[in-house]
Structure formats: C-alpha cells, structure tokens
C-alpha cells in the first residue's frame, strides 16, 4: 500500500477530495484530459478525478451600489460640464441590478487546474437619484432643485475567461479562481471590463456510503470585484426621456428663487451689502438658467463621458455543490456586503474524451 497525495476536485468552482490509502493503479487513464492524468491513474487516484470536460447554465442575479466620480456633458458639441458635472448634479444615490444567464464551458487542464470560458446573458436596470444644486464660489447653495429618481433599463451581453486551482486534503478543500470578462451594452459606446478574484474552503460530506458520487460539499469565501481599465465611458441618451420633468422644474425652481431673492432685494430693511450679494446671486442663476436652456439639453440627445467604480468590492460567499452522480452537479451561492448582493444557482453537466486507441 502506497500513501496517497492529497489533491483535486470538485465542480465548477470547488472542488474536494477524501484522502486515504489505495493500491496503485496500472490500467490506462482513458481520457485525453488532464494532463497527468495517467501519474494519476498510477497512484490508484483517477476515480476520484471529476469528467474532464463540463457545460454550466446559470441564473445570475446582482446588486451593486456604485459611486460616480466624473461626469462630462457636451449637447451639440458644447461642453456644459462647468455647469454639470458631478458636483453640481449631485447625485445621492446610484445603483444597478441585473438578472440574467450564464454558460460556461470548462476542462480540467490539470489535475489541480480547470479553465473555462463563459457568456452572459443580462437584463438590468440602473437605479439613479440626483439633485441637482449649485453653489457660489464661497460655498454657499444658490439654486438647488427637488431630489430626482430615474430607473434606466438595458439589456447586456458578457463574455469572458477564467481559471480555477484547486487543493484538497481528508475532504477538506480550497479553491482560488480568477476571470476577466468584457459587457457591451447599447448604453455605453464602448465596452466595460470586469475582474473577479475569489477564494473558498470547505468540506465534503458523503451522503451515501455506498455511492461515493452523491454528495455534497458546502463552502464560504471571500471574493473581490471591480472595473478593469476603468478610464470611464462613453454613451448618448436623451435627458428627458430619464427625467421627464427635470426641465419644468429647474426653470420653476431657477424663476422661485430669482423671484425670493429680488422680494429681499426690494424690501427697504436689507442692508446694502445683503442686496448686493442678492444681485450676484440673482445673476448666478440667470447665467446657469440662460445656458442650461439654450444648450437643447432637456429635447435633445446627449452625449455624456461617465466614469463609475464600486463602492465597495468585496463580498462574503456562502455556497455548495450538489453532486448527484459523476455527470450532473447543481450549485448555489449568495454573496453579501453592505452595498452588494449576489446569488447565482445552476446546473453542471460533466462528460470525458476518450484516447484514440
């Protein structure tokens, strides 16, 4: 009896593996992955090796608060973002939600490494609420407008690459995975990338201890996402089909407080230097108001430069797989932190290739 090597594997992300002593095994590995599969074979190991080759169909569903850090408006060619910008905007609220699915296709290259490539399918919504106020230069607020909430939807498409290593010891297990994907969306002209890092341990727990194919093994973990390249972009969209009344408010709101102001200006109490400030206050918002409504920005199609990052970037991962035989495998995970969420359920379908004799 030979000791055994502690390795390998579980499905899709995961993997564990019992280890105990066996006798070595002489027969011919049969599939034409992984590479050492028959070192493996040798050591009396391959039964515990999953199929090499696996298909995945997911249902995605993410939460996210993100953070806009610029923001750059040009109607017509003009830039407006001396009056618009992300200060004056102020935006107190912006998040995204997305459902959708995922396929991945995936080989275990190695004993301990699995590669994949995957495609997304999303439908969303971006859930964005502002208002929108402007300051003189000393600090203090002129003109500023009621809240505004706007839900916009799109639809999505993701695709991306991934690898995933994997160690495991007496059914314990660890695994680290990384991806990249790229989103392209009809609001953006240009496509987003994604990076992903994540880590989970966990245990497998036999279910039958006749069947050692049923199983199943919880795990926790930690992962990490954000914007890759994240130099902001570019889009075009019309303002008032996202906020329909923002133009009859900000004229309203501009013309109430001209009007509060010159009520002040005009009663025979207020000092001189009081008036004056009014006036150039007065001024200030005549200017904003005069440019703002001349720019077409209300009627017309704008374009924008925006740039977004996370707010926060980390969740906490609670998961398990769910192996019913050797072929098919089902998964579940939640992910949480104060300003994510995401769940993702699916089904895994493993086959192998065999040699040519």
Same mark, same amino acid.
């Given at each position: 009896?030979?000791?055994?090597?502690?390795?390998?594997?579980?499905?899709?992300?995961?993997?564990?593996?019992?280890?105990?002593?066996?006798?070595?095994?002489?027969?011919?590995?049969?599939?034409?992955?992984?590479?050492?599969?028959?070192?493996?074979?040798?050591?009396?190991?391959?039964?515990?090796?999953?199929?090499?080759?696996?298909?995945?169909?997911?249902?995605?569903?993410?939460?996210?608060?993100?953070?806009?850090?610029?923001?750059?408006?040009?109607?017509?060619?003009?830039?407006?973002?001396?009056?618009?910008?992300? !200060?004056?905007?102020?935006?107190?609220?912006?998040?995204?939600?997305?459902?959708?699915?995922?396929?991945?296709?995936?080989?275990?290259?190695?004993?301990?490494?699995?590669?994949?490539?995957?495609?997304?399918?999303?439908?969303?919504?971006?859930?964005?609420?502002?208002?929108?106020?402007?300051?003189?230069?000393?600090?203090?607020?002129?003109?500023?407008?009621?809240?505004?909430?706007?839900?916009?939807?799109?639809?999505?498409?993701?695709?991306?690459?991934?690898?995933?290593?994997?160690?495991?010891?007496?059914?314990?297990?660890?695994?680290?995975?990384?991806?990249?994907?790229?989103?392209?969306?009809?609001?953006?002209?240009?496509?987003?990338?994604?990076?992903?890092?994540?880590?989970?341990?966990?245990?497998?727990?036999?279910?039958?201890?006749?069947?050692?194919?049923?199983?199943?093994?919880?795990?926790?973990?930690?992962?990490?996402?954000?914007?890759?390249?994240?130099?902001?972009?570019?889009?075009?969209?019309?303002?008032?089909?996202?906020?329909? !009344?923002?133009?009859?408010?900000?004229?309203?709101?501009?013309?109430?407080?001209?009007?509060?102001?010159?009520?002040?200006?005009?009663?025979?109490?207020?000092?001189?230097?009081?008036?004056?400030?009014? !006036?150039?206050?007065?001024?200030?918002?005549? !200017?904003?108001?005069?440019?703002?409504?001349?720019?077409?920005?209300?009627?017309?199609?704008?374009?924008?430069?925006?740039? +977004?990052?996370?707010?926060?970037?980390?969740?906490?991962?609670?998961?398990?797989?769910?192996?019913?035989?050797?072929?098919?495998?089902?998964?579940?995970?939640?992910?949480?932190?104060?300003?994510?969420?995401?769940?993702?359920?699916?089904?895994?379908?493993?086959?192998?290739?065999? +040699?040519?004799?």
């Amino acid at each position: 009896m030979k000791t055994k090597t502690h390795l390998l594997l579980i499905a899709l992300i995961c993997g564990s593996l019992t280890s105990f002593a066996q006798v070595a095994d002489t027969a011919t590995y049969p599939y034409v992955l992984p590479i050492w599969g028959q070192k493996v074979q040798d050591k009396g190991m391959a039964d515990q090796l999953q199929l090499p080759f696996g298909v995945n169909a997911n249902y995605v569903n993410a939460f996210m608060e993100l953070d806009i850090t610029e923001f750059q408006l040009l109607v017509g060619g003009k830039d407006l973002s001396g009056i618009i910008n992300t !200060e004056t905007l102020n935006f107190t609220s912006v998040s995204a939600t997305t459902n959708g699915s995922n396929f991945r296709a995936d080989a275990w290259i190695l004993p301990f490494m699995n590669v994949y490539g995957m495609l997304s399918i999303v439908k969303g919504t971006t859930n964005v609420s502002l208002q929108p106020t402007w300051k003189d230069a000393v600090g203090d607020v002129i003109l500023q407008l009621p809240e505004f909430s706007s839900i916009v939807e799109f639809d999505a498409l993701a695709y991306g690459a991934g690898t995933t290593l994997i160690f495991g010891w007496n059914g314990y297990f660890l695994s680290t995975d990384i991806n990249y994907s790229r989103t392209e969306t009809a609001l953006l002209e240009e496509q987003v990338g994604y990076l992903t890092l994540s880590a989970r341990g966990g245990y497998r727990f036999f279910l039958n201890k006749k069947n050692e194919n049923l199983f199943i093994a919880p795990y926790v973990g930690m992962m990490y996402r954000d914007f890759v390249g994240s130099h902001g972009s570019n889009g075009s969209i019309g303002l008032d089909e996202v906020f329909p !009344e923002l133009d009859e408010s900000f004229n309203n709101k501009a013309n109430e407080a001209i009007q509060e102001n010159q009520d002040v200006i005009d009663d025979p109490n207020t000092s001189l230097a009081d008036k004056i400030k009014l !006036e150039a206050r007065n001024q200030a918002i005549e !200017e904003i108001q005069d440019r703002v409504n001349d720019s077409g920005v209300f009627t017309t199609e704008i374009n924008y430069y925006i740039k +977004k990052d996370l707010i926060q970037t980390v969740t906490f991962q609670f998961g398990f797989n769910f192996q019913i035989n050797r072929n098919w495998m089902l998964r579940g995970e939640y992910g949480v932190s104060d300003s994510q969420r995401f769940l993702m359920t699916g089904v895994q379908y493993r086959f192998g290739v065999k +040699k040519k004799s």
